[in-house]
């Protein structure tokens, strides 16, 4: 195992990625002997250029840097964690590009090889709000722990509903540790710390610049077994995140939406190339994962249907969905009077099965 001070005086090099690092530690012991090495040896390993050499033989300030990021590391509880540690995540380990170095706040779990990443749109719909809590919250009763990025929307839904629900929950972030991203969400990246882990590659100190969060994504995937998308535009985050996952060879899932909502295009065009699983319940995903989650499935009871509704109860309950839907168009649908539609929809809250929103749209709880 390499020592973490050197690893970050290596990492701290200009242009001197996850690849380029790995290369220069195949060939050597430990860190500290790639500085002692000349830079025409060193422009001789495959992958590491003339310049890459150059920047490593005067390279002046790592000792610093890594001085500084330990004690930072330090004063916020955290820890880092290199690529050749056994703690390291086994599925991050096996992509492409795994980061040599993850600055984590909390705790990994030998429970996390069973991850499902869940992510969409930062403005996501009430629809999509449901979907990801019924998803996330289902996931985690399971013993599956719920990946997803922190941002605002989709993200902080799913780990919100892990939480509320006793179950893990990772983040990984586009900036360091110090530097939570949403500001909104720095109470939450604390409480999920506590019942999972908070993940970033990047050092302490760095800004959530924008060309952080694509890397950052490939981790998300990196991580989990699958990735479902929940909404997103064609050209979202989630849709680089759900790529990712394919480079990786691994599981892509999209849940279907309104063909009139934009935020459905993703998901869709996911669906239609082939390029994901449509699931409409944990047990669709279920199904496409069962060998790598037979550990964790039992055999699981039908949902029960809700008891004691009146014939004009179960005919408007029957005509909604997650979907929102106009008070006059469950008037259309029942052919009912739009008092007697009020009055049901009224004992329906009531009974918590349905709730309404702004513009006299109402779905089912």
């Not at 000792?63 to 330090?74: C, P, T």
């Not at 703690?87 to 429970?111: A, M, N, Q, T």
């Not at 969409?120 to 990801?132: D, F, I, N, P, S």
């Not at 409480?191 to 908070?198: D, E, K, L």
Request: aromatic content about 6%; charged content about 25%.
């Amino acid at each position: 195992m390499y020592n973490v001070r050197d690893l970050l005086r290596l990492s701290s090099v200009p242009q001197l990625g996850p690849l380029k690092i790995r290369a220069l530690l195949s060939f050597f012991r430990d860190p500290e002997e790639v500085f002692r090495t000349s830079p025409r040896m060193l422009a001789k390993i495959p992958g590491i250029s003339k310049r890459n050499a150059s920047a490593i033989a005067h390279h002046k300030n790592g000792e610093a840097f890594a001085d500084d990021q330990l004690k930072r590391v330090s004063r916020l509880g955290a820890r880092i964690i290199s690529l050749w540690e056994d703690e390291y995540p086994e599925l991050l380990r096996k992509i492409y590009d795994p980061p040599p170095l993850l600055f984590v706040l909390g705790e990994f779990s030998p429970s996390d090889r069973h991850s499902i990443a869940i992510v969409g749109t930062r403005l996501a719909t009430h629809y999509g709000q449901k979907v990801t809590e019924t998803f996330a919250g289902e996931l985690v009763q399971l013993g599956i722990t719920v990946v997803s990025g922190l941002a605002r929307g989709i993200d902080t839904y799913a780990h919100q509903a892990a939480l509320r629900a006793q179950g893990r929950t990772i983040a990984v972030v586009g900036s360091g540790l110090d530097i939570p991203y949403p500001p909104e969400n720095r109470s939450l990246s604390f409480t999920i710390a506590r019942q999972g882990a908070v993940v970033s590659e990047f050092p302490m100190g760095t800004k959530p610049d924008a060309p952080n969060f694509p890397r950052r994504n490939r981790i998300i995937s990196g991580l989990s077994l699958g990735t479902l998308v929940v909404e997103s535009a064609e050209d979202g985050g989630a849709m680089i995140t759900a790529s990712s996952a394919l480079d990786q060879n691994r599981e892509v899932f999209a849940v279907p939406g309104s063909i009139f909502e934009k935020k459905s295009i993703g998901p869709h065009t996911l669906v239609r190339e082939g390029r994901a699983t449509l699931v409409q319940s944990v047990d669709d995903l279920l199904a496409e994962l069962k060998y790598p989650l037979r550990s964790l499935l039992p055999s699981r009871a039908e949902p029960v249907p809700p008891r004691d509704l009146s014939l004009f109860e179960q005919t408007v309950f029957d005509r909604l969905s997650l979907i929102p839907v106009h008070i006059d168009t469950l008037c259309d649908q029942t052919e009912m009077a739009v008092s007697d539609v009020l009055v049901t929809l009224l004992t329906l809250e009531f009974k918590g099965l349905v709730k309404q929103l702004p513009g006299k749209l109402f779905v089912k709880v």
